[in-house]
Nanobody
């Protein structure tokens, strides 16, 4: 499984961006698709995740209410719609795939596959 993330860019505070993550092969065996981010000098942190079984979604506190994770019709693409962006959202954003249990869904090490990062910069 290869994951290709795209959609990052430079925007102003309050703007929106939509990130995309395309999987090159069947991800049917990976129950969860997630988005993480890493700012310079900081650890990688959870942003959002979507479970294929039931479509359950999970968000970090900072993402809740502003970001929306969704899946494309074909099932192999996951989107992260980011609205009301803030300068503190500036980071490299990574998509991931795996089958973590619910209690580990926010843990980066619980994901087996990772895409390359796409950079998001939000200016004030």
């Amino acid at each position: 499984v290869q994951l290709q993330a795209s959609g990052g860019g430079l925007v102003q505070a309050g703007d929106s961006l939509r990130l995309s993550c395309a999987a090159s092969a069947s991800t049917a065996s990976n129950r969860v698709m997630g988005w993480f981010r890493q700012a310079p000098g900081k650890e990688r942190e959870f942003v959002a995740a979507l479970r294929r079984d039931g479509g359950y979604t999970y968000y970090s506190e900072s993402a809740k209410g502003r970001f929306t994770i969704s899946r494309g019709n074909a099932g192999n693409t996951v989107y992260l719609q980011m609205d009301s962006l803030k300068p503190e959202d500036t980071a490299d954003y990574y998509c991931a795939a795996g089958s973590p249990i619910v209690s580990a869904i926010r843990t980066p090490t619980a994901y087996r596959y990772w895409g390359q990062g796409t950079q998001v910069t939000v200016s004030s």
